[in-house]
T-cell receptor, first 115, second 114 residues
Framework: ETGVTQTPRHLVMGMTNKKSLKCEQH?????MYWYKQSAKKPLELMFV???????ENNSVPSRFSPECPNSSHLFLHLHTLQPEDSALYLC??????????????FGSGTRLTVV | AQTVTQSQPEMSVQEAETVTLSCTYD???????LFWYKQPPSRQMILVIR??????QNATENRFSVNFQKAAKSFSLKISDSQLGDTAMYFC???????????FGTGTRLKVLA
């Protein structure tokens, strides 16, 4: 499978649950990103990993915990979320973290609903 | 700080006609990149077209072209011969060279009518 794959596609979780979002890319890219997409707001960059090293944590609450075990996989661990965390979570990758010209390759996102 | 503004939350166009989506931005940099991304109902954002600020010539990709006005800090997207498959959210984005950071606009929802 090519491109960026995200699972699950939809997730409903209670505020006391723990769940994880998964992102996988087979493009040979070295940088991966988590974005939060909320209605009528610009995309919010959450985390950036370059060669498995976290290079940015954009003031994200600690209830979101990223993990990048290798350059092809990225996880977002969720625990004790709030209803305002309901959003579309997008994963993206790029050849390297300084390759802005090439743009991102995005996944299809996980639609998260916190109840 | 850079900002990107898309002032048209929603637009519609008849199939086969032409539509223009607006984007303005603010930056003090002289060189940068501008992008248009398309997000169809499948939710996967796809890069439609990109423009390098130091290039005078407007970028073109098949039915998609841009009108880049550097002095006015304007970067509009023109879709010619609109097709039903063009129905999507369109996001304008800005990036500085050598970085991974993109500034996205709030998007324009385009509906192509049969």
């Amino acid at each position: 499978e090519t491109g960026v794959t995200q699972t699950p596609r939809h997730l409903v979780m209670g505020m006391t649950n723990k769940k994880s979002l998964k992102c996988e890319q087979h493009l040979g890219h070295n940088a991966m990103y988590w974005y939060k997409q909320s209605a009528k707001k610009p995309l919010e960059l959450m985390f950036v990993y370059s060669l498995e090293e976290r290079v940015e944590n954009n003031s994200v609450p600690s209830r979101f915990s990223p993990e990048c075990p290798n350059s092809s996989h990225l996880f977002l661990h969720l625990h004790t979320l709030q209803p305002e965390d309901s959003a579309l979570y997008l994963c993206a990758s790029s050849p390297s973290r300084d390759s802005s010209f090439y743009g991102y390759t995005f996944g299809s996102g996980t639609r998260l609903t916190v109840v | 700080a850079q900002t990107v503004t898309q002032s048209q939350p929603e637009m519609s166009v008849q199939e086969a006609e032409t539509v223009t989506l607006s984007c303005t931005y603010d930056t003090s940099e002289s060189n940068y990149y501008l992008f248009w991304y398309k997000q169809p109902p499948s939710r996967q954002m796809i890069l439609v077209i990109r423009q390098e600020a130091y290039k005078q010539q407007n970028a073109t990709e098949n039915r998609f072209s841009v009108n880049f006005q550097k002095a006015a800090k304007s970067f509009s997207l023109k879709i010619s011969d609109s097709q039903l498959g063009d129905t999507a959210m369109y996001f304008c984005a800005f990036s500085s060279p050598g970085t991974y950071k993109y500034i996205f606009g709030t998007g324009t929802r385009l509906k192509v009518l049969a």
